[in-house]
């Protein structure tokens, strides 16, 4: 006796199967809720290029608090905060703050401008990893992924996905880390 359902019963079978193999997104949209902070870590080495291509690292911003923003050009929700970011970026005087966006694909200097301006983000720091070493270095699980460095060079807080950086509660964390340490 042949069986009518049997052919498309297992076909729902391997479509399960195979969707168990799948990975998950790398790009996240979650909402960020307010910013946590937690035990100082510290910030993993990374070499990183300018837009002009020199070497640079996080190192060189000890004394700053800084937010540091992993992001791809391909990634929907990175582009979606970006403006977000320039907007907080714009609220806090350079030379104690600042927000630092690190782009991990291949793109060049081009793509990574062009970017950057069509999210209105043309006036945030921006450094390359072509490589995406530091998906591995500091242990990104997905895009964007942003860290909070305090001015002794420690990761203070983390969040991984979408978030709208310039949110109240967000820039009174931010404020109450430089009236602590100026």
Not at 35 to 56: I, S, V
Not at 149 to 168: K, L, S
């Amino acid at each position: 006796m042949v069986h009518l359902f049997a052919a498309p019963a297992r076909m729902i079978v391997a479509l399960l199967a195979l969707c168990w193999l799948i990975p998950p997104p790398i790009a996240t949209a979650t909402e960020a809720g307010p910013l946590e902070l937690e035990e100082p870590g510290p910030l993993p080495q990374a070499t990183l290029l300018t837009m002009d291509g020199e070497e640079t690292g996080l190192d060189a911003h000890q004394g700053e608090i800084v937010v540091v923003n992993f992001w791809a050009t391909w990634c929907a929700p990175c582009k979606q905060e970006m403006p977000s970011l320039a907007r907080l970026q714009a609220e806090f005087d350079k030379d104690a703050f600042r927000v630092i966006a690190i782009a991990v694909d291949r793109a060049g200097p081009e793509k990574i401008e062009r970017f950057m301006a069509e999210a209105q983000a043309s006036a945030l720091t921006v450094y390359r990893d072509p490589t995406m070493a530091t998906m591995k270095d500091f242990g990104l699980r997905g895009l964007p992924t942003t860290l909070l460095v305090d001015r002794e060079g420690r990761i203070i807080a983390r969040h991984a996905g979408f978030a709208e950086w310039d949110a109240p509660d967000i820039m009174d964390t931010i404020r109450k880390l430089l009236d602590e340490t100026s």
